[in-house]
Nanobody, 122 residues
């Protein structure tokens, strides 16, 4: 399974960006897809996950600002990021999980895409 993420860039504080991620290869048995981010000098951080059941979780700092959704093809996931803040600046990576239960921990995800850089200027 390979994942490709797109959509990063430079945006001013208060602006929006939409990230997309597509999984190729066998997605049979996939239980969900999620987004993580890593800011310079910081640890990787969970952002959001959407499960096969459509149950969604967000980290508190992005809840009500970010929206994770599936595409029409179930191997695609989007992250709509609104009201962006400078502290959202990070490399955002998508991931796919074939494990249950599917939580927020990075080790519950089996495949990772390359990251896409999101920079929010103040």
């Amino acid at each position: 399974v390979q994942l490709q993420a797109f959509g990063g860039g430079l945006v001013q504080a208060g602006g929006s960006l939409r990230l997309s991620c597509t999984a190729s290869g066998s997605t049979v048995g996939m239980h969900g897809m999620g987004w993580f981010r890593q800011a310079p000098g910081k640890e990787r951080e969970f952002v959001a996950v959407i499960r096969l059941t459509d149950m969604i979780d967000y980290t508190d700092s992005v809840d009500s600002r970010f929206i994770i959704s599936k595409g029409n093809a179930k191997n695609t996931v989007y992250l709509q990021m609104n009201s962006l803040k400078p502290e959202d600046t990070a490399v955002y990576s998508c991931a796919a999980s074939y494990q249950l239960p599917l939580g927020r921990q990075w080790n519950r995800f089996d495949y990772w895409g390359q990251g896409t850089l999101v920079t929010v200027s103040s």
